[in-house]
């Protein structure tokens, strides 16, 4: 072999360790992931992905925000056991104002409503009736009623929806100023919903 030869293949073996050096520090070293793009998962070589690595169209409210926490159910109610029987309106209506029992206030939103009321009506003076309605600030009024005789205790359960800020209102009446009746155990509860369908069935 010549000089020539020798010298050119000198020059062409010391490019080839030039390029594998670089290649071996290219891949010993972390490679920076592209900001504002899809990131393979062959480009992970650190690990690691930051809030710089994510499209801020992934999180619109900033990456690392977290999430408000989902409202809870509120609740009012009167305790039996521990308060006197009070007196029930006798209102001519029960879907009125002046027979409310308890309010409750509730937010934004959807929920589901429910009520309840243990009443007793006195043996020698009672009209045999007892009814209350139960009204959302924005969804169906909904109405539980006792009539009979022979009977002078019981309890009333009333549920509804509603969607949107305002104030639940729970109303009874014996509907007779000359009856007597009493009431123990309200409850009045708010549960907070995702979402909310309602239908009519009979529109």
Known sequence: MTRSHWKAAASSLMALTLVATLADRALAEPRKKGIGKTVESSEITDGTIECADISPSVFPNGCGAEAEPAPGASNVFVDGFTTVDQEMPSTPSANTPAASLAKLKVGEGSQVIFASIVWAGDPTNFSGIVTCHLVP???????????GTGVTVGTLFAQTTNIGAGV????????????????????????????????????
């Open 137 to 147: 600030p924005n969804g169906p009024n909904s109405k539980a009623e006792f009539i």
């Open 168 to 203: 639940v209102d729970f109303r009874c009446s014996d509907q007779d100023p000359g009856s007597n009746v009493r009431y123990r155990f309200v409850q009045l509860t708010a549960i907070p919903v995702p979402g909310l369908t309602r239908t009519n069935l009979l529109p």
